[in-house]
């Protein structure tokens, strides 16, 4: 009896020996599979606009373009220069909506065609200002508002009406102005300050973040589509290829498509409209905000001109091609 109690005991003690090492090493497996799972989660990161908040940071942004236009046997070449030095500062958060601040420092632009040659900046005087020149340097200084999510939706601009109104009233207290019309005033200056273009570029500025959490190597894609001038979509495909102390390096393609519509008859209508851009975007981790950005645009468009009297009563193809090349960096 002695024995059988002995060897029960023994295997009692063996089972539950043998339970607690087989439980020591499922919690120990367990620890390796949370431990691999947290190093590769640890790889993983959701970039999303975070600025600091107080903080201004200045951006220089230079364009160069070339635009040709041919119809029929007559073609032009118009060639554009333009440098912007401007600031944004994140002044407030709510939640997940940031407010920003913008403010106009200096501007220079040169535009020359066989129609037109124009050369401004705010950087130099010149004797006989014109009226942009004079526009120019009445923006300088001035600010106006932006909120944006962080996920770079929603971007609202606030203000731009009533600076607008406040420029046109200096500037017609001015003695070169004095007897313009408003009106012409005011078309003047939309010619070269437009609200919804402005807009359309500072949301380019924000239209980098992925809805999901990345590594180097991932990619992901944005998509937009644009109503003005001309119905299209446009498609952005990034990369994410490095990462380099706090910068992230990140590699953009993008085609545009034409979105084809009715048109009334007899007023000119595109025929065709093709896009692409390629470039690197350096953006900064922690903040979210683009440090630098180097694009290349190419864009065709072709318009049919039905027959007029301004035509000589023939159907015209106007082809125009855009080279646009941007670079946006951090100073």
Known sequence: MKRVFYFLSLLLIFSCESKKIAEEKKQEMTRKQAVSVNQVDSNRFLLVLNP???????????????????????????????????????????????????????????????????????????????????????????????????????????????????????????????????????????????????QKSFEKLFEIYPNKRIEIGDSWKIEKHLSEPVPANIVNNFNLKSLRGDSLFIDLSSDVKFEKTKSKENEPQVKELVGRQSGELIVSKVSGMLLNGRLNQQIKMVHQIPPSMQTNNKALTLVTNINSNFILSLK
């Open 52 to 198: 600091e908040i107080g903080k201004e940071y200045v951006f220089v942004s230079k364009m160069n373009q070339k635009i040709l236009q041919k119809i029929d046997t007559l073609s032009t070449e118009t060639n554009v220069d333009q440098t912007i030095f401007y600031s944004l500062k994140s002044i407030h958060k709510d939640s997940n909506l940031y407010r920003f601040r913008v403010k106009f420092m200096d501007i220079e632009q040169n535009i020359t065609s066989p129609m037109i040659s124009i050369r401004t900046s705010t950087r130099k005087k010149t004797q006989e200002p014109t009226p942009l020149d004079v526009f120019y340097n009445t923006l300088k200084g001035k600010t106006f508002d932006f909120t944006i999510g962080k996920y770079g939706e929603n971007l609202n601009l606030i203000g731009v009406d009533s600076l607008l109104g406040n420029i046109i009233e200096e500037m017609m207290n001015k003695k070169e102005f004095k007897g313009v019309d408003r009106s012409l005033l005011k078309q003047l200056i939309g010619n070269f300050f437009n609200q919804k273009e402005l």
